[in-house]
């Protein structure tokens, strides 16, 4: 058990995230003492903490009692401490200072006072988590600073169904083990506003499926946002007691929590705009080529291209790309994390894979190899910021997501959120301002899958972010 502070949770991240001097002992480094092994979310390093506050001055939701047992069995499963509580009283500078993230659990109304309140903006404001479950948003509706946590506020809800969730985002740690389409029975929650442009929306509720949904053809559901320097995770899931016996909830769960806390980054920016490319279906292939050996295995029931032989590259022959973000999910299958593959920017069109090696840009992805090779790396030109990289990336196994912003001759490169690169092309012979873009397959024993790739016009200045 330890005190808490914001240096803690952040060196509590870097235990889990691959750094191309580390990869070699990642192994050893997760059998260490203290470190437990995470079948339902990867990895969760010892010493985090997690406060479960279920005070409730409204309706008493009876899974409360089912919610607090949950939390603390993956707690024990997976590597966190866990206390529970019903005393706004807990919510003090001092034992705030002991948690990486509280779980406000279906509480109802207003629970703390004008001094806990307080606390608690400070606690965030330090680097705190908050997740938010169910009604959660039915709470403290006259204090603005945890509206904008939360998210949004409850207005009503019709009676018990089955109900079909849309996966938005399936690289987030709470969303990443769900289908396209998740199928489950709860209380559906519609809210006062839509938190679309505030935080980034990884689940809406399809109100074609069930009846008594008010929000319309966009129904946030479960969301995340970084807030006012804190970690915050929303879902309008959990009413239920049976909710919290079903794995994939658990799992839900648990990711909202491990993002909360730190133990796993995800890009939480919201999100608008973005055209599909490839969205896990055969279809969606139908502009690209495979250049070169090797070739993409599509799984279509997880949404996946995975990498098989190679030194080859698929590429988006449709159309050429000026002044873009360009997002995409990916994951290394070896726990060594020595997995290769990359993403090719600003080449011309050819079904030469070594004419975009040598015309265009690799964004690396292999943890193990020298600094301007190695992942968030401009392959062979310039070597990501280390220090923000290694704090932004998730282990083998577990996704992580790029943006790649391309502006004029400026490429900028975002790992889960996090800023890691920023290059300037001063090659003549090369240019950033148009071409194709693609993902590579680099060998045979390289895995490494992709999801979700997407793009988003920004036209060709080169300045923002």
């Excluded at 074609?208 to 879902?235: K, V």
């Excluded at 015309?359 to 690396?364: A, H, K, L, V």
Aim: net charge negative; proline share 5%; charged share 20%.
């Amino acid at each position: 058990m330890h005190a808490y502070q914001p240096t803690a949770r952040r060196q509590a991240v870097r235990r889990l995230g691959i750094t191309a001097a580390a990869a070699a002992t990642l192994l050893a480094t997760m059998a260490l003492p203290g470190a437990a092994a995470s079948p339902e979310g990867g990895t969760a390093a010892d010493g985090a903490r997690v406060l479960v506050f279920s005070k409730t001055a409204g309706f008493r939701h009876d899974s409360i009692p089912d919610g607090i047992a949950t939390v603390k069995d993956l707690g024990a499963q997976h590597g966190f401490a866990v206390d529970a509580t019903e005393d706004a009283g807990a919510f003090t500078p001092g034992n705030l200072a002991k948690y990486d993230a509280v779980v406000w659990l279906s509480t109802t109304g207003d629970v703390l006072d004008a001094t806990q309140q307080a606390a608690f903006e400070k606690y965030i404001a330090a680097g705190g988590g908050y997740v938010g479950v169910h009604a959660a948003a039915d709470t403290e509706y006259d204090w603005p600073f945890y509206g904008g946590l939360a998210g949004a506020y409850f207005q009503s809800h019709p009676a018990i169904q089955p109900a079909t969730l849309r996966v938005e985002d399936r690289a987030h740690p709470a969303t990443a083990h769900l289908p396209a389409a998740w199928e489950r029975t709860d209380e559906w929650y519609n809210y006062r506003t839509n938190p679309r442009d505030r935080a980034h929306v990884l689940a809406t509720l399809d109100e074609s499926t069930y009846t008594g949904g008010s929000m319309g053809e966009d129904h946030p559901f479960a969301w995340c946002q970084g807030y006012r320097g804190g970690r915050a995770f929303y879902t309008g899931a959990g009413h239920t007691k049976e909710s919290y016996a079903d794995p994939a909830f658990r799992t839900h769960l648990l990711g909202g929590i491990r993002y909360a806390t730190g133990l796993a980054q995800a890009d939480c920016r919201p999100e608008n705009g973005y055209t599909p490319l490839f969205d896990g279906t055969r279809t969606s292939l139908e502009g690209w080529k495979q250049a070169g050996p090797g070739t993409f295995t599509l799984n279509e029931d997880d949404g996946t291209l995975t990498s098989d032989g190679g030194m080859g590259m698929l590429w988006y022959a449709a159309k050429e790309q000026r002044g873009y973000s360009l997002k995409l999910d990916w994951k290394m299958a070896s726990e060594s994390g020595d997995d290769n593959s990359g993403v090719y920017v600003g080449f011309p069109a050819s079904d030469d894979p070594w004419s975009a090696v040598n015309n265009g840009y690799e964004i690396q992805i292999d943890a193990t190899d020298t600094p301007d090779h190695t992942t968030g790396s401009v392959y062979g030109f310039q070597a990501a910021d280390t220090k923000a990289r290694d704090a932004a990336l998730n282990p083998p196994g577990e996704w992580n997501t790029y943006e790649l912003r391309v502006q004029g001759e400026r490429l900028k490169v975002y790992l889960n959120g996090r800023k890691i690169n920023d290059f300037t092309n001063q090659d003549p012979v090369r240019s950033l301002r148009q071409g194709y873009i693609g993902i590579q397959n680099h060998g045979p024993d390289d895995k490494v899958s992709f999801r979700n790739i997407r793009i988003k016009q920004l036209g060709s200045a080169g300045g923002g972010r």
